[in-house]
């Protein structure tokens, strides 16, 4: 049972105690010796497109279920966007395996803060820790093993969601409206430029969001659209006063089927469509 | 060489630090720790609303302490910190309170041998079954004796009284508000009367409501909560209530 003195005790750091006790959180990727284009001796899995979208209830995160390695499909089902606590959420892009491992510590750190502290850490510090971690993990990103996160919650004392992005450095920057990452987040983040509104509704940043992916998918090889055939959809996660709530399969084929039936008909209900043209809005 | 005045024998030094261990907890109130039909219930007198004697542990496993605060708050770090890398090499459902009440047990044996003070302080760790299992109590003495209980357990000074008050009224069937009811009641004994705002209390529940992505079955009660599980509030309108026909 580990047990310090004091002035030597490792505090409400989980990271810290794995030091500490003689396991280093990220080791073992620096001594993998991989090329910077990703095509030397290692060519793990890849996770792609991942965004966070602002509602008036809280935020709205999802993320395709596509790992890549190379130009081959590694895995149809991965899953990108999870609970980091009961108010926030961490979804990844980048290299699979060392961003797994990073969402792994992190959900620990903020469960091991909280027991040891006898209270969670705010929306603020929350994000300052997984920046952190994105520091300690540089060297690796600098070989290749690049891992780019968004993180976003809700701060019940606030009463609203807060988006975060950041880059392999450990670069925090705060987003008000949403966020991407991953390699179809450009035609992601254009989808989202246009229909984002001060007033999304949660149901509408939903619908939001999958036509994001839609359009990620069908312009990136590497991301993955809807899959009725196995029942395979894209991670829709929504957190607000209630919590972290992650939709079900059938909800978010529902929320797809929507989405093909406006492509269908032309395009005329979806949360884009919807705002009007700019002079209208004016 | 022989040290005339000096010698203490083995067994005046071990019964002088078992003294001086149970007079510390005797300054402290009891704690009692009782199943009931969906879970465990942790209830402790504890008049601080920040300085805990209950807390969570793991997934399944919460701690209860008495004795002196300092002491058993860091048996209780040292036990997250336990659960948490076990659970982090291996795997959640590797994490058991036998395990730990049993490094627990080594632990406080050591201190009670060979550290110049043992500590003044007695724990529970209990751990509920969800999936069927059955709940595990178990108690560990400030000399690291280790007792398996069955249905309750009670720690702290006044610990003989208060469970013989428990044993007089538990039953497995009893309800989460019985079962604080009658904790309250074993803790107070007759002459006295403990205010919600007094009883730190918390539940491991066995199936946690909502449980789509919660895997933690400690949940603290608020003072609220605890005055309605009571049945104060209802008195206290009761009593309002009576007031108000008597003028």
């Known amino acids: 049972m580990p047990f310090f003195a004091p002035g030597d005790d490792p505090g409400a750091s989980f990271t810290e105690l794995l030091r500490r006790t003689g396991s280093e959180p990220f080791a073992g990727f620096a001594q993998a010796s991989v090329s910077p284009s990703g095509t ?3 060519d793990g899995a890849h996770a792609t497109t991942v965004l966070a979208v602002r509602s008036t209830e809280g935020v709205v995160v999802a993320g395709d279920r596509r790992a890549t390695s190379g130009h081959l499909i590694s895995h149809r089902d991965m899953r990108k966007v999870f609970p980091a606590d009961s108010y926030s959420a961490v979804a990844i892009a980048g290299a699979a395996g060392p961003a797994v491992q990073m969402v792994r510590i992190f959900q620990l750190q903020l469960e091991y803060y909280e027991k040891i502290e006898g209270k969670p850490l705010s929306l603020e510090g929350k994000a300052n820790q ?8 540089l060297p690796q990103a600098m070989m290749g093993l690049a891992v780019v996160p968004i993180f976003a919650g809700f701060e019940p004392s606030d009463g609203r969601g807060r988006l975060f992005q950041y880059d392999v450095t450990g670069g925090r920057y705060e987003e008000q409206d949403y966020a991407t990452a991953g390699s179809g987040s450009l035609h992601a983040g254009t989808v989202l430029k246009l229909g984002f509104r001060d007033d999304l509704s949660e149901p509408d940043a939903l619908a939001l969001s999958v036509q994001a992916l839609w359009h990620a998918a069908d312009e990136d090889s590497a991301t993955g659209g809807p899959d009725p055939v196995r029942g395979i959809y894209p991670v829709l996660a929504a957190i607000g006063s209630n919590g972290f709530r992650q939709l079900s399969d059938a909800e978010s084929g529902e929320v797809f089927a929507a989405l093909q039936a406006d492509l269908a008909s032309g395009g005329n209900d979806s949360p884009t469509a919807r705002m009007g043209p700019p002079e209208a809005s004016r | 060489m022989s040290m005339p005045g000096l010698y203490v024998s083995p067994e005046q030094l071990m019964q002088d630090r078992a003294d001086y261990a149970r007079k510390g907890i005797a300054r402290g109130r009891s704690l009692v720790t009782l199943e009931y039909d969906g879970g465990i219930a942790l209830v402790a007198e504890n008049a601080s609303a920040t300085l805990r004697k209950v807390s969570e542990i793991y997934d399944r496993i919460a701690f209860g302490g008495v004795g002196r605060y ?3 708050d860091q048996l209780r770090i040292a036990g997250v910190r336990h659960a948490e890398l076990k659970g982090y090499q ?12 049993n490094q627990y047990a080594q632990m406080l044996g050591q201190f009670f041998t060979h550290e110049l003070k043992p500590l003044e302080v007695e724990i529970v ?20 004796t280790v007792m398996d209980e069955e249905a309750y357990c009670c720690i702290g000074g006044d610990a003989d009284a208060v469970r013989e008050r428990v044993s007089d009224g538990y039953d497995p069937s ?9 904790a309250r009641s074993a803790l107070a004994g007759d002459e006295r009367e403990i205010s919600a705002a007094d009883l730190e209390v918390a539940v491991l529940e066995a199936v946690v409501p909502d449980a789509s992505h919660r895997r933690r079955c400690f949940r603290r009660l608020d003072d609220a909560e605890v005055e309605v599980a009571l049945g104060d509030d209802e008195a206290a309108a009761a009593d309002e209530e009576a007031d108000q026909d008597d003028s």
């Open chain 2, 70 to 72: 300092i002491e058993f």
């Open chain 2, 125 to 144: 760790v209990v751990e509920v079954g969800t999936g069927g299992e059955a709940n595990q109590l178990y108690r560990i003495q400030y000399d690291g």
């Open chain 1, 40 to 42: 030397g001796p290692f």
């Open chain 1, 130 to 137: 997984l920046a952190e971690m994105l520091r300690a993990h």
């Open chain 2, 90 to 101: 291996y795997s959640r459902s590797d994490v058991e309170a036998r395990s730990l009440a």
């Open chain 2, 174 to 182: 009893l309800d989460v508000e019985a079962a604080i009811r009658l």
